[in-house]
């Protein structure tokens, strides 16, 4: 089994290095390939050359859809856990912000009765998804460690517990007719309807990089390298004059943010918000997604998040022995976490410190023990 | 001589236990002071009350003039208080420069950080020859070395150092023991933390002696090497 394990690394060390050694010129033109095909990905025209890639179970584009919004929050999560080192649970209890508050803000089902549109409601689901961010992490960032996985955990749950036993946030019955983000073609059509859900996966990749290209300057400038610190060892970090609680409520919050954003856009894609978008589930799977990837890499929790929808997707409509799969599919993950934890924990593509810290952390345990 | 650290009647808790009962020392401009004690008597507690990462109890710290009782850890960074803590506290995943590079996070004066920088790996050799390397791969002694480096990057007005000879071998304590005198001739006060207190008592110009919480004892370095119960306790000489 080493031997395998080593072999695998030795590969990977080997195209780690031959990315790092590449000109420059032709990173780039590896990333843009990368882009044009997630560009071009959900048209039939192209995936249709693709063999069994495409979903069979259910409209490709729309699986798209699904799992961009997933890499769009793993990217914010691995802030939170991988370049902070914050345990949040309760991750999706973001998503659920800001999809409410647009929910709230928009639909005729609302007792508001404001009906805004998609795109006035959308900066106030950001900002209140911020201020809850904020609003959690202010008491609990202060402790240490253990309270702030339960306290998120306890978070995401009481949202759930709240959207569906108020009568405000409509439960079940939940809020429709939720109106699509604003823009037309020429011809009049509306580039966002209900057909097509190409355009809102084109929305979610064009944000993802936004995004993406926002996170790595932050995590490369001195916030970043506060959160490096943090993460390693809180007290040193402080001993070096880190304000650490500051950099800590920054993580939080700015997961916090992308959550919201993630929340705003399903909201606006769906049309129908209602509290059974909303289960415990999902946080772990995020949560599973980043660590899969691994933690503290952007890249990691890109392919982490991806890689996680996309085979829950995958798995819908193929039988196999008579039993759907995807009845399966968590237990499936159950299994490759376990895996995962036992063979890398530090995940698929992993952080070069990462890898150093587990190591000195086993180190650690065998001097302790 | 102007006094830099003053510490009155201090008293920390964990929970409920209560580690420090009351404690008074001062530091003043220029000395090395130890402070010496067996296992389990406060001295790293001591420590943190002074970098503020456990708050106190009651009484008072006063550092450069200034009431830091209530003062921010970072913020004490700022003032000139720099800690290297006890055992391996160095960052794991960063390389030895980035460590170092940490260790000037409150700094904007990039051009002396970068003097300070050559000045540190001048006073460690061994840190020198391992810039590239991570600081979890390194040797128990260049951690500790990592440690003290680390918290000379702040530029700091008083340096505490925290068992800075603990777990090394003979010869490397002897070397960690003459760069803390060269970094007090070079013009830093120093505040240091032993359980060796053959040498730290050697080297320092006064110290203290702590006891379940208590200073039990003060002095000059050579008074204390020659009292009796000190030599007794803590000397290994019956
Ligand atoms: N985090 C903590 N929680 C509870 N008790 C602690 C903690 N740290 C230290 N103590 C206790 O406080 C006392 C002093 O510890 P410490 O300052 O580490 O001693 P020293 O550095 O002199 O060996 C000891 O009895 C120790 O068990
Ligand atoms: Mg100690």
């Known amino acids: 089994m080493t031997s395998v394990r080593e072999w695998i690394d030795s590969g990977r060390h080997a195209v780690a290095e031959r990315w790092h050694n590449a000109p420059r010129w032709m990173r780039w033109a590896v990333i843009a390939a990368v882009i044009v095909f997630f560009y071009a990905l959900p048209n039939r025209e192209f995936y249709q050359w693709l063999g069994p890639i495409p979903t069979t179970g259910s409209n490709f584009g729309q699986v798209l859809f699904t799992v961009s919004i997933y890499v769009l929050l793993a990217v914010g999560l691995n802030i939170v856990v991988g370049f902070a080192g914050l345990l949040d649970l309760g991750y999706f209890g973001f998503f659920a912000v800001g999809a409410y508050t647009v929910a709230v803000l928009t639909s005729p089902s609302s007792d508001l009765k404001t009906l805004w549109p998609w795109l006035l409601a959308l900066p106030v689901a950001l900002v209140l998804t911020m201020v809850s961010g904020v609003m959690l992490g202010t008491p609990t960032l202060r402790l240490r460690g253990d309270y702030l996985a339960i306290v998120t955990l306890g978070f995401a749950e009481m949202i759930r517990v709240a959207a569906t036993a108020s009568d405000f946030l409509k439960g079940q019955r939940g809020f429709n007719q939720i109106p699509h983000p604003p823009g037309s073609y020429s011809d009049g059509k509306p580039i966002f309807g209900v057909l097509d859900p190409r355009p809102y996966y084109w929305l979610v990749l064009t944000l993802i990089i936004l995004v993406v290209i926002g996170v790595r300057n932050l995590n490369r400038s001195r916030v970043g390298r506060a959160w490096i610190s943090i993460r390693e060892d809180e007290d040193a970090a402080q001993l070096m004059g880190v304000p650490t609680f500051k950099f800590k409520l920054w993580a939080f919050a700015s997961g916090a943010f992308i959550g919201g954003l993630a929340g705003a856009l399903f909201a606006g894609k769906q049309n129908f918000v209602s509290s059974q978008n909303l289960e415990l589930l999902n946080s772990i799977i995020i949560l599973a997604a980043v660590i899969l990837g691994g933690s503290g890499n952007i890249v990691g929790a890109i392919v982490g998040g991806g890689l996680v929808a996309y085979l829950i997707e995958r798995f819908r409509g193929i039988e196999f022995f008579g039993v759907e799969l995807y009845e399966y599919r968590f237990m499936f993950f159950g299994l490759v976490l376990v895996v995962m934890m036992i063979f890398r924990p530090q995940g698929l593509i992993p952080n070069r410190r990462r890898a150093a810290e587990f190591k000195d952390r086993r180190k650690e345990v065998i001097v302790g023990g | ?238």
Do not use: W
């Open chain 2, 1 to 238: 001589m102007t006094t830099l650290l003053e510490i009155e009647d201090v008293s920390l808790l964990y929970g409920r236990i209560k580690a420090l009962h009351g404690i008074s020392l001062t530091v003043n401009e220029g000395e090395i002071v130890a402070l010496i004690g067996a296992n389990g008597a406060g001295k790293s507690t001591t420590m943190r009350a002074i970098s503020g990462i456990r708050p106190v109890a009651s009484g008072r710290i006063r550092f450069n003039g200034e009431d830091i009782t209530k003062l921010r850890a970072d913020l004490r960074v700022r003032r000139g208080l720099c800690q290297a803590p006890e055992g391996r506290g160095i960052f794991p995943g960063m390389t030895v420069l980035e460590n170092l590079d940490m260790g000037a996070y409150t700094r904007r004066d990039r051009a002396e950080v970068g003097k300070d920088l050559a000045k540190v790996l001048d006073l460690f050799p061994r840190l020198a020859e391992r810039r590239k390397q991570v600081g979890g791969t390194l040797s128990g002694g260049e951690q500790q070395m990592l440690a003290v480096g680390r918290a000379l990057m702040s530029r700091p007005k008083l340096l505490l150092l925290d068992e800075p000879s603990m777990g090394l071998a003979p010869m490397l304590i002897q070397q960690i023991f003459s760069i803390i005198t060269e970094i007090n001739e070079q013009g830093t006060t120093i505040l240091l933390v032993e359980q060796n207190a053959q040498q730290a008592l050697a080297r320092a110009h006064r110290a203290y002696v702590l006891e379940t919480g208590r200073i039990v004892k003060e002095g000059t370095g050579s008074e204390l090497l020659h009292d009796p119960a000190v030599k007794e306790a803590y000397l290994g000489v019956a």
